[in-house]
């Protein structure tokens, strides 16, 4: 170990192949088939996942402190420990078919971080936490971003204790079950600044080439169900001039979802991802489609926008074809932008250490954006293969990762102080 | 009774009262809250079903035959037994959320013309049948058409046997259970003339302010499953440019199946029934969607041609995407004129009784499909309310239902002499 007054600081780099190992270490609980993990939320496995990251921290000599919806905090003391801390974090629950990388990644390099810190004895100024959230991925239960948006107070403690999962089961009883009730009230813990490395999880990175992302912001997003109600009828003896078909309504609106997104180029998003027809039989004519509108944009004045356009769109094609159209919003996350120390502090030290870099958005949600509401707040993306993710084939490089872990590394130092 | 002498074979009428409490009798069996019918064929409802059906028969005097794959063949002796029956009949399985009317209404027509030739001492030339055959719905075993099928060898009584249900029950096991396996071979029952009576299933007759529709034929039916390969992606963080959503292509190609049919107007038909999305995630990429696509058509050339020109769309529209699209022949059923002395018996019966009719085509399959390759066939529609079927709102008025026994009763005494 160097002592403290040795270090050169700005030489300081994290030791690569620990944090990938630890990274294929945590990925073997729920490990899948095709090289994937399900680790899903407040299960058993999520426990184990849980145990194994506090048990690392814990021989790292971090102190655990758990909120009551099951968020940890594992803190290296500073120098002024009346400092709020500098906090790095993400989650480590899954997808069901979900990757190695996303949320683990966040957290594991956190954890590489203060290890890095220790092999070199170097004080902070603040003290420095690693944090994981409860069920990012909502995935199990709704809503998504479920810890940090107790801890940010978007929802309360009662309302996530009592979603429930498809079996049943609630939130609250499945905490208690994996042991990660805490004590803390969510929301009483100080956080300085936070800092998320993340794979992108989309393509433009790896299509620019370039290895690290500065994150601006994330897109506003609204999410609505749309409901096409037509009049189910048998597909042989209705002629087509009296049919009410709502499958065909609907994929006519299914397509202005896309059109309105390419009108508001270069970061509005249209996705449709989720379709019902009733009934669904080969020979009925479908009386009622129900369908999923996801919608995304840099600022929440474009993103209402397209929801406005959308809107009016199946206002008018209602008009025409007679068929009623309900557009109801689901729910509505605000675009987020970063604060522009922690942005700046995430471009200098990708600067500092040499790597190609260039401004990106962040079109997923993110424990960042809730974190952004409390504290000064940044993220580091790192380009994922193909830009996959929330899939098994998920796979970020070992040098992307260490890149992102770098920087993160710098970026903290540079808010904690040396 | 009237003696056979005195009977004025051109004023004879059916019972309408009768044939109409019939139906409400029969419909009670698997009645359902909205006022329709679950008889699902083969179950022990549907042997309810059948078991009140028999028992009418040889209270009016009819001697009753079970096939091997549960056909049943209620015979009313004519004076010369050694001429091929006069049959009609229907189904008495029914849809899931089906009605009173789809096919339970052609057997009990065919018992209601015995019943009223009793009553008024008729006797007939050639002996008069009533059949009902097995699973014509095909909603719970496939193929649709079962009974008939295998009676007019289009697949063997082993394969019928074999179709299992979503909880692997046997079509075999399920007739034994009800005691519907007869000792009859499929096929050798004889079959002079074939006539089935039927509610139209769809809006032209109601719409045309008509009471009987003179079938002509049944339409061509294809049958495909579509689907569209894209590549599944996190519904954020991918710009509009680098997707490859198959949910888009598959909208585009939906409405095509639409505009085909338009473009073969009077009787082109085009209907997506069912549709898959993979994964069908609110805020995934659809990575692949399934769909089905049914064509229709009055001659096979002219169905033929349409499923060419969707699948040529389909080319085109995977070369401009770059998204593969797989279309795969499933069932065809090659379109069925009927028999024209049968088309004539019943329009002359219709004239003669003084109805309002008109041609007509079937835009479903139906038993008499299949009888049509093995004896003259012909069918009668009557109106059903908005066109509605397989829908437990179905109905057809008494009136309706009184006429088109009417015109049943004159076209069968046509055939069969008196």
Same mark, same amino acid.
């Given at each position: 170990m160097d002592t403290a007054a040795s270090v050169d600081i700005d030489n300081l780099r994290i030791n690569g192949p620990r944090l990938w190992d630890s990274l294929m270490e945590l990925a073997k609980i729920g490990a899948m088939p095709k090289g994937g993990v399900c680790r899903l939320t407040l299960t058993e496995l999520d426990g184990q996942g849980r145990n194994l990251v506090t048990r690392w921290a814990r021989e790292a000599g971090l102190t655990?402190?758990?909120?009551?919806?099951?968020n940890g905090f594992m803190r290296r003391a500073g120098r002024n420990n009346s400092l709020p801390p500098i906090v790095t974090g993400s989650h480590v629950d899954t997808q069901p078919t979900g990757g190695k990388f996303d949320g683990n990644y966040g957290v594991l390099a956190g954890l590489e971080v203060v290890r890095t810190l220790n092999d070199h004895?170097?004080?902070?100024?603040?003290?420095?936490?690693?944090?994981?959230?409860?069920? @990012?991925?909502?995935?199990?239960?709704?809503? !998504?971003?479920? $810890?940090?948006?107790?801890?940010?107070?978007?929802?309360?403690?009662?309302?996530?204790?009592?979603a429930t999962d498809t079996e049943g089961k609630t939130v609250k009883d499945e905490l208690a079950h994996i042991g990660y009730i805490g004590e803390q009230e969510p929301g009483e813990h100080p956080i300085g600044t936070y800092f998320e490395t993340h794979i992108e999880q989309g393509p433009v990175l @790896?299509?620019?080439?370039?290895?690290?992302? !500065?994150?601006? $912001?994330?897109?506003g997003i609204r999410w609505f169900d749309c409901t096409v109600t037509g009049m189910e009828a048998h597909a042989g003896p209705t002629p087509m001039a009296l049919r009410k078909d709502a499958m065909q309504v609907a994929a006519n609106l299914i397509q202005e979802v896309v059109a309105v997104a390419l009108r508001h180029a270069p970061h509005g998003r249209g996705t449709v991802g989720m379709v019902q027809v009733h009934p669904n039989s080969r020979n009925v004519i479908p009386g009622r489609v129900k369908f999923s509108i996801d919608l995304r944009n840099a600022?929440?004045?474009?993103?209402?926008?397209?929801?406005?356009?959308?809107k009016t769109y199946a206002a008018k094609l209602s008009q025409k074809t007679g068929l009623p159209i309900l557009i109801e919003l689901v729910s509505s996350y605000p675009a987020q932008a970063f604060h522009a120390?922690?942005?700046?502090?995430?471009?200098?030290?990708?600067?500092?250490?040499?790597?190609?870099?260039?401004?990106?958005?962040?079109?997923?949600?993110?424990?960042?954006?809730?974190?952004?509401r409390l504290a000064p707040s940044g993220m580091i993306f790192i380009p994922c293969k193909d830009g996959i993710s929330h899939n098994e084939i998920e796979y970020a490089s070992p040098e992307h990762i260490t890149a992102g872990c770098n920087v993160l590394l710098h970026a903290m130092l540079e808010r904690a102080g040396t």
């Open positions: 655990v402190t758990i909120d009551k919806i099951g004895g170097v004080e902070t100024e603040a003290p420095i936490e690693v944090a994981f959230w409860t069920n @990012e991925e909502g995935s199990r239960f709704v809503p !998504v971003m479920m $810890g940090s948006g107790v801890f940010a107070k978007v929802f309360t403690l009662e309302h996530a204790y009592h @790896e299509d620019n080439d370039k290895t690290i992302g !500065v994150v601006q $912001g994330v897109l600022t929440d004045a474009l993103v209402d926008q397209m929801a406005d356009e959308v120390d922690c942005i700046n502090a995430v471009a200098r030290a990708a600067q500092k250490l040499g790597y190609s870099n260039m401004p990106a958005v962040s079109g997923a949600g993110h424990d960042a954006v809730y974190m952004a």
